[in-house]
């Protein structure tokens, strides 16, 4: 774990399919811990996190980027179903756990009312990153990015 100031920051997935059996052990809570993943695996911790949820302002942030189960190509397969990643996002929620949703990058949508809907009844908060769109700073990090820069 990466400390700023009193803000935890985590390097890499804290929940790896690899590693099921292992558990993490934080020193002392940081004022803001944010724990963001790909995978449905936090539920593997529910119990630690409703603690944890009790004891710091702690957010569970699950990347959910389409409602498609199978993507076209060039876009590669999911490692975990949508199901499984909301359904994650719904049991925290339930257990009293702060989550968003992280749609970032918003992939193609089958249904997106339907999409939005089950997002809504999964997280407490979704936080969009549409490529083209941005992030509410109407593109400037996108154009940035861009080769071309515009």
Known sequence: MVTAGNV?????????????????EIGGYPDLLVL?????????????????????????????ETDREELPPPLRH??????????????????????????????????????ARTLAASARRVVLDHYLLGDGTGGSRTCSRRPDGG
Not at 8 to 24: I, L, N, V
Not at 42 to 64: C, E, F, G, N
């Open 78 to 115: 999911h490692a975990y179903s949508v199901a499984s990643r909301t359904e994650a996002l719904a049991a925290l929620t339930a257990r009293g756990i702060p989550t968003a949703a992280v749609v970032s990058p918003l992939l193609p949508l089958e249904d997106p009312e339907r999409f």
């Open 36 to 64: 963001q993943t790909h995978t449905p695996n936090p539920i593997w911790d529910i119990d630690l996190l409703a603690q944890l949820s009790r004891r710091t302002s702690l957010s569970v942030q699950i990347s959910v």
């Open 8 to 24: 935890g920051q985590a390097r890499s997935d804290q929940f790896p399919p690899q590693r099921e059996d292992q558990r993490h």
